[in-house]
């Protein structure tokens, strides 16, 4: 537990991190502790029936809720902590990138939904696969943001 609590201490007092860079990590962590309560929720109240059966639009309008008030107030915090703020021309084109790559996965869930309405999925299976493209499409374009800070980035 501890080595968490260095690594988050580290991460937003380091000076070489960006602003930019700690928005990447709030919002990918964000996006998959809400989607692991949505599916603890979920999968807790089945029990034992269909999953289609389970109640779950104020669970997934909860989760969605949540990850967005905790991505804003934690940029927040860590802006305000770590007192920068400011953007450069490498942080915009990165941030482009990494909305590119995430936007993949928003196309995928489209489709996906799509193709479920076609074959008369039930609303449930509709809704999930939408939530878990936009949740994969965040975590992409975090993971995309963290690589292309750490690794180099190499404009189009």
């Not at 990447?24 to 949505?38: D, F, T």
């Not at 942080?91 to 309405?117: C, K, N, Q, T």
């Amino acid at each position: 537990m501890s080595k968490i609590f260095d690594l988050m201490f580290g991460l937003f007092y380091f000076e070489e991190v960006t602003h930019e860079e700690k928005r990447a990590w709030i919002l990918g962590i964000a996006a998959i502790a809400s989607y692991a309560v949505y599916l603890v929720v979920i999968l807790g109240r089945a029990g034992g029936r269909p999953l289609a059966e389970v109640p779950y639009v104020a669970v997934l309008l909860w989760a969605v809720g949540a990850s967005i008030v905790v991505s804003i107030v934690a940029s927040i915090l860590a802006a305000v902590i770590s007192k920068d703020g400011g953007k450069d021309q490498r942080d915009r084109e990165i941030g482009r990138f990494g909305e590119y790559v995430g936007h993949a996965f928003v196309v995928v869930g489209a489709v996906a939904a799509l193709l479920l309405a076609m074959a008369e999925a039930p609303q449930f299976w509709i809704a999930n696969a939408v939530y878990l493209c936009f949740t994969l499409s965040a975590i992409l374009g975090s993971v995309a943001r963290i690589f292309a800070y750490r690794r180099g980035f190499q404009p189009w």
